[in-house]
């Protein structure tokens, strides 16, 4: 069973991930992830209680769809399907710095454990971690470096504006 890392700490995942083919009739109940078109179809009939849906995002949805609803989501999930396919961590950095989402941005799916440390620097602060990882070492990889040089979503000054 795949385990969670929100925040650099393992916590329990009450979020269910469903596929485009899953029936949902009641979103009052439990907590949902939806993937993009099923969440905006529900979204445009009022269907939507923000606090107990989330999206589900895969590397070649249109993100700006969300523009509406960005800051009343809890949670967006950024499903990595290839770990080679780099467009999620661009979603990444685009939810936090264009569109100012401030909730929870997990990623799922077939990332490496050396992209942890570059995941939460692009904004991604939760994790579903698939069993073949270790949890330890994953926790680790969450610090693998000390200091940073870029700006980016976790430190937004490059390290020379940081010197005194």
């Not at 700490?9 to 993009?36: F, H, I, K, M, Q």
């Not at 009343?72 to 950095?93: C, E, H, K, M, W």
Request: proline share 2%; with cysteine.
């Amino acid at each position: 069973m795949p385990k969670l890392i929100k925040n650099g700490e393992v916590v329990t995942n009450e979020w269910a991930l469903l596929d485009a083919d899953a029936d949902v009739t009641n979103l009052a109940e439990g907590y949902w992830v939806l993937p993009l078109q099923q969440f905006l179809t529900h979204a445009s009939q009022g269907e939507v209680n923000y606090a107990h849906v989330g999206v589900s995002l895969v590397s070649d949805d249109d993100i700006t769809a969300l523009e509406e609803h960005i800051h009343a989501l809890q949670l967006i999930v950024l499903t990595f399907n290839a770990f080679a396919d780099g467009r999620s961590f661009s979603q990444a950095r685009l939810l936090r710095d264009q569109f100012d989402y401030a909730g929870e941005l997990r990623a799922v799916g077939d990332f490496l454990q050396d992209q942890l440390f570059y995941l939460s620097r692009c904004g991604v602060d939760a994790f579903l971690i698939n069993d073949e990882i270790n949890l330890d070492s994953a926790l680790n990889s969450l610090r693998d470096f000390s200091e940073t040089y870029q700006a980016a979503c976790d430190e937004p000054q490059p390290l020379f504006r940081r010197r005194v």
